[in-house]
């Protein structure tokens, strides 16, 4: 039961490594997590690594088991060697600081002419992990006061900063946390959730659909936000195959930067100006974690696009057709309402389509192939036989003769592409025919 929920993310592709005890070792945590009551400095059991979710799953002192981001955690190691990071991050436990110069580089190196890896806001909270020994850094009128700090943003990033600009604090002294900024009728207001309210936030995947052009119409749907509703004082995510919702009584800061919506099981993070990070319980009480991010394109528009042009892929071939025959294979027929009609098909039962199974149904385009295959294949179309549960995917190309079928049952197939052809597969020509 505990694992059920990281099975399909290990066939997609997640880092899952287990000691014969279960166990993937023991990390320190880096950053505190006032959610799930965890300290920095704190030795947890770590279970589960996912690269897709990135999270690891960790033992929490009562006893239940929790996802918390990759970043908030060192790399999980022995017990010992453990215990030894931590020992290493004890001169400056529970140490933050506000950013006092906005734009503050920080480095891989400690030097100030090393590469920046990150540009730091005025008022950012970052967590100080070590100090260590750098080049000295100079005004033009001698060395500034202060010295090199390994800092960890909180976005994940992990550098050198000079402490010049930074003001430090202990994780318990709220006042340097509230990252507010005073207004002139004495009142106070959070900036940076005033900006989390005014965007649309998306699951991260919808923005990897976007970059790679390979657009989902089942997955990317303008429902699928993250929504903050300060009027109402309500929350809500909705994701495919989840809908929640909560009433908050009002939103603290904790020391870790995160925002925690009093009266839920809420708790936001936000990583960059068009990106958070989402920690919540789900339907079945066990801890989430979700990142969504800002995008600018017209979500309902690009579904639209994406729909269009499958429609159009899946006319083109029922016009080259419509009808296609094969002495092996029998009759294959497009219709006109995206159905088809198919006879004679008896050499591919049962291995590729059931037994009993009616010769039609519906066909559609679902997949992409990847740049890879394009040469080979203008696309792979998916055929849902009207009393058959599980669907039969075939490659194909048109030739000047007519249609080439590849099955796909046993093809590679990773985020709605098809990634490689399975092994040995079965491949039919179909010549122009007629009839019905």
Request: hydrophobic content about 40%; aromatic content about 10%; overall charge neutral.
């Amino acid at each position: 039961m505990a694992f059920r929920r990281f099975f399909a993310a290990i066939a997609a592709g997640a880092v899952v490594l287990l000691t014969s005890c279960g166990t993937l070792g023991y990390s320190v945590v880096l950053w505190n997590n006032a959610e799930l009551q965890l300290q920095d400095g704190q030795l947890v059991r770590v279970f589960i690594k996912s690269n897709i979710s990135h999270v690891y799953v960790i033992a929490l002192p009562d006893g239940r088991r929790a996802e918390i981001p990759l970043w908030q955690l060192t790399e999980p190691a022995s017990k010992g060697a453990a215990k030894r990071k931590a020992a290493q991050f004890a001169e400056f436990a529970h140490t933050y600081a506000s950013v006092k110069l906005d734009g503050l580089p920080v480095r891989v190196e400690a030097v100030n002419t090393s590469r920046q890896v990150y540009r730091l806001r005025q008022s950012e909270v970052i967590r100080v992990l070590y100090k260590g020994v750098g080049q000295a850094v100079t005004n033009g009128q001698g060395d500034m006061e202060g010295e090199w700090l390994r800092v960890l943003t909180s976005g994940g990033t992990e550098g050198w900063c000079f402490s010049h600009n930074l003001e430090l604090f202990r994780a318990d002294d709220a006042s340097a946390m509230d990252g507010r900024e005073r207004e002139s009728g004495g009142e106070t207001t959070d900036t940076t959730l005033l900006l989390v309210q005014q965007k649309t936030w998306y699951p991260e995947s919808f923005q990897g659909m976007i970059q790679t052009k390979h657009i989902d119409p089942e997955k990317m749907n303008d429902r699928y936000q993250f929504v903050m509703d300060a009027e109402q004082q309500r929350v809500s995510i909705t994701l495919e195959g989840t809908s929640l919702a909560w009433t908050y009584t009002g939103i603290g800061k904790g020391a870790d930067g995160a925002y925690q919506f009093a009266g839920t099981p809420v708790t936001m993070r936000v990583r960059g100006d068009d990106e958070i990070s989402v920690q919540y319980a789900g339907a079945d009480g066990r801890l989430k974690a979700q990142t969504f991010v800002a995008l600018t394109e017209d979500i309902g528009l690009l579904v639209q696009e994406e729909t269009e042009r499958r429609e159009k892929e899946l006319e083109h071939v029922r016009l080259f057709g419509p009808s296609f025959a094969s002495s092996n294979y029998g009759r294959l027929r497009f219709l006109d309402d995206g159905t088809f009609s198919w006879s004679g098909y008896q050499l591919l039962v049962p291995t590729i389509i059931a037994q009993g199974t009616q010769g039609s149904g519906t066909v559609y385009v679902k997949y992409f192939v990847s740049n890879a295959l394009k040469n080979s294949y203008d696309g792979i179309l998916t055929f849902r036989f009207s009393n058959m549960a599980k669907e039969v995917h075939f490659l194909y190309k048109l030739t000047d003769d007519g249609l080439r079928l590849e099955d796909a049952s046993r093809a590679q197939i990773a985020n709605g592409v098809v990634t490689a052809r399975g092994t040995s597969p079965l491949v039919m020509f179909f010549s122009h025919g007629t009839g019905n």
